[in-house]
């Protein structure tokens, strides 16, 4: 019976080898033909494995067949790693509701538009990461726990806590029309119930990284103006960091929009 520090010994040792880990992984899900084992972890050294495996007590072996022990059981139960804590897929997630639209402020890059906080209900969690593979532009941040996306000039930016931002906005009827649609999207990939298979990204051209350079032509990036800065950034020559202007407060819209940008360049 195992038990002592040799037996200890044994099992690490029985352990201590990946082909040995994983006839132990099958065997936790049903005893198996020796040839069922074979064929899924190789010949090679198979008595060997399985020799080692049966003196540290963690199967048994008769008539072909490779059961696991009690013993192995619970030792395979004690090493199972407790499941990650973002959710494998959408079961259980539950649809959301747009509760409200609370502000209405002017956006700081463009004064004619608006800058919209919003709230879904209940909060998406752990569950919002996986949902980014259903938008064409989109990342998600795990240091601000949201799911960044970029909709045209429109950033929607959406926490795990059930708040919503969104920038660039014309009216109150659009900030309702692009929330509604968000929701719709969300709730068909919660209604399927599983994690949505990754959506093909769209490109992005130096006019589209042009328009949100600041367009002084300062020359500050080594540029000769924004225009050649977007090209060579668009060509991996440059960098976003060495146009420092953008780092003003009045950019920073437009330098959130640029790293959306940046990640399908
Ligand atoms: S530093 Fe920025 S604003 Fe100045 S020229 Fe370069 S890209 Fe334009």
Redesign the pocket.
Known sequence: MVGGQADVKLVSNAMANATRRKIMAMLVESNRSREEIEKAAGASMLDYHLQMMQQAGLIDQKDGMVTITEFGKNFMQSKTEKPPEVKKDLAGTKPIEITEIMQLLPCIADTTKFRIIARVSPPLGGALKLLEPLFSRARYSEKIGALIIQKGNIMITAYSTGNVTMTMIRSEQEAKDVLDDLRNTINNAIARGITPVPREKVKVDHAEIFQY???????????Q??YS??IRLVGSETTLD?????LDAKYATNLEHLKTLQEYL
């Open positions: 350079l600041p367009k002084t032509d300062c020359h500050i990036c080594g540029e103006s924004c800065f977007a060495k146009c420092t202007p953008l």
